[in-house]
């Protein structure tokens, strides 16, 4: 089945509600789609939404390079064929995991239909439903037990709390959470990159007794070797994100002693669901447990990340929220949750229908 049309395209989506993290404040998204059409008028859709503090790649950049000459010589080329042109891209614009993924995304979608099944069918689900995390930014103590006690009231069991800009009142606010949602949710912590290794070592301390579930990219990018200076016990719970782009970094980090016990994939840091693979089977026989995380991004990636997470058996966590506060997306479909659990179908591809509002 020949590819017979590749049309990119750029939205820019507002946020319910503008959060703050250690390093900026977001008040909306702007999301680069692709879709991919094959003969029998099947669509594939693919979305990136990279961060170009953290990859260097911006989405209006991302676009032009889903414009180039290059992407339209997949004319004419067959589907079944997908994962050669995933290496022809990845080949074609190394580094640039945002451009990557909207490809990648876009051609297991249309082949999944193609085929007539999943893609976590496609590779085998490995994982059941897993819960998501609702993430809290940056905020004063009271503002974040309100949000708390939204997410609450919404079915969901599991917090991630943005931190890493003034770190007693971070211990204040997840001491506060703990003490009023104690049994009732779980606690994960992401500093952004936002402490010093002192910060990190009065922080760890004083919330020792809580049970924090993970650590997110506590220190810069590049200082994990100070890490090294932590009880394997605390680095355990300890998550690579900014730390970790692609295999490469993987492996690098996988070496003994790992500063880190756990592994951030987002697609939009990798470059797509075959790069994900790739670091997860690094991650598996190192004895490292897999975190699926986001940036702000639509249903159309938010999916695939579910599906290449539920195919992986080293998943453990999920922190896929990133479609809840768009005001609008391109699609629905594509998952389902429920008391904050994550569930995907078995319609072919990635199960998507485009918006009809």
């Given at each position: 089945?020949?590819i ?6 750029l ?15 977001c ?42 000459d ?12 997908f ?21 990648d ?12 099944v ?15 995390s609702v ?17 609450h ?26 003490e009023?949602?104690?049994g ?7 500093a ?22 993970l ?53 939009m ?64 479909g ?24």
């Amino acid at each position: 089945m020949k590819i017979t049309a590749i049309r990119p395209f750029l939205k820019q989506l507002a946020l319910t509600t503008p959060y703050t993290i250690a390093y900026e404040t977001c008040t909306d998204a702007t999301l680069v789609f692709l879709e991919i059409e094959l003969q029998n008028g099947m669509i594939g859709l693919g979305s990136a939404s990279p961060s170009e503090e953290v990859v260097g790649e911006n989405p209006h950049q991302t676009l032009l390079h889903l414009q180039s000459d290059f992407l339209q010589q997949f004319v004419g080329r067959d589907i079944r064929h997908f994962q050669q042109l995933i290496f022809e891209t990845c080949q074609h614009f190394p580094n640039l995991p945002g451009t990557q993924a909207a490809v990648d995304i876009a051609l297991h979608d249309a082949f999944g239909q193609f085929l007539g099944v999943s893609v976590a069918d496609f590779y085998g689900r490995k994982m059941p439903d897993l819960p998501t995390s609702v993430t809290i930014g940056i905020m004063n103590v009271a503002e974040t037990l309100e949000s708390a006690r939204n997410y609450h009231a919404l079915g969901f069991r599991a917090l991630k709390v943005k931190t890493g800009l003034q770190v007693e009142e971070d211990i204040e606010r997840v001491l506060r959470l703990h003490e009023l949602y104690k049994g009732k949710m779980t606690l994960r912590v992401d500093a952004n990159q936002g402490y010093h290794l002192q910060d990190l070592r009065r922080f760890i301390a004083t919330t020792a007794h809580i049970g924090l579930e993970l650590i997110e990219q506590p220190l810069p990018a590049g200082k994990e070797q100070e890490l090294l200076i932590l009880e394997k016990s605390q680095r355990s719970i300890l998550v690579a994100d900014e730390s970790l782009h692609g295999p490469e970094a993987a492996l690098t980090l996988c070496q003994a002693p790992s500063p880190f016990g756990i592994f951030n994939i987002k697609l939009m840091k990798c470059g797509g669901i075959m790069s994900a693979f790739e670091i997860a089977n690094i991650a598996r026989n190192a004895g490292i447990s897999l975190f699926w995380g986001c940036n702000d991004e639509s249903i159309v990636s938010i999916t695939a990340a579910l599906h290449a997470a539920y195919a992986c058996p080293n998943t453990r966590y999920l922190d896929l929220d990133g479609s809840f506060d768009l005001v609008e997306d391109l699609v629905e479909g594509g998952f389902m949750v429920k008391d904050g659990m994550m569930q995907i179908s078995s319609e072919p591809g990635l199960g998507l229908r485009r918006n009809s509002r």
